[in-house]
């Protein structure tokens, strides 16, 4: 199975900065990326495919990078809502697989 | 507005079975291959099954495998997954999730249900 390593595994942020959380895939994955944010006792959600196609609905703030083996989810200008554990998971080879998860909580 | 709505879960013993189910609407059901997704306490998720559209081509992580039954009812909208010989590692939150692709499966899951609780203990 694809290994998905994600980090950090938790960060702490302030509204209004900027968050990059780093996804690596081994082996690589082309481009066939996702990213998910999930709150507490919610279900996943999905932000971003292909590794940087927005779902709809997703504000702008929320962008995504790379391709291959390492990927980068970025949040500029955090807003309270932001606060959440994130995901990754890599639909290029079967079985789908998921990364750690980021938890990024209030400074 | 799609909407998936999962029921059936609970608790049961190890070597038990339980029926999950998914109710989908807002969308056109037997266009899309669905999957399930779980997660246990703490954890990420964890791919479980997935089945296409027309129910032709399912598929299992080799955790499950042998023991559960992914299958659909495209005239009810409908989406289970039959599971047999619990184990206590079968434990998570179970989600029904819609497979972006029309037809088959690609395992990018554009909607997910609330999900419904399986505890497997004695």
């Known amino acids: 199975d694809i290994q998905m390593t994600q980090s950090p595994s938790s960060l702490s942020a302030s509204v209004g900065d900027r968050v990059t959380i780093t996804c690596r895939a081994s082996p690589g994955i082309n481009n066939w990326l996702a990213w998910y944010q999930q709150k507490p006792e919610r279900a996943p959600k999905p932000l971003i495919y292909a590794a940087s196609t927005l779902q709809s609905g997703v504000p702008s703030r929320f962008s995504g990078s790379g391709s291959g083996t390492d990927f980068t989810l970025t949040i500029n200008s955090l807003q309270p809502e932001d606060f959440a554990t994130y995901y990754c998971q890599q639909y290029n080879t079967y079985p789908p697989t998921f990364g750690g998860g980021t938890k990024v909580e209030i400074q | 507005e799609v909407q998936l709505l999962e029921s059936g879960g609970g608790l049961v013993q190890p070597g038990g079975t339980l029926r999950l189910s998914c109710t989908a609407s807002?969308?056109?059901?037997?266009?899309?291959?669905m999957n399930w997704v779980r997660q246990a306490p703490g954890k990420g998720p964890e791919w479980v099954s997935g089945i296409s559209a027309s129910a032709t081509d399912t598929y299992y992580a080799d955790s499950v495998t042998g023991r559960f039954t992914i299958s659909r009812d495209n005239s009810k909208y409908t989406l289970y997954l039959q599971m047999n010989y619990l184990r206590v590692e079968d434990t998570a939150i179970y989600y029904c999730?819609?497979?972006?692709?029309?037809?088959?499966?690609?395992?990018?899951?554009?909607?997910w249900g609330q999900g419904t609780p399986v505890t497997v203990s004695s």
């Open positions: 807002g969308f056109i059901f037997n266009s899309h291959a």
């Open positions: 999730a819609r497979d972006w692709n029309y037809g088959g499966l690609i395992y990018y899951f554009d909607y």
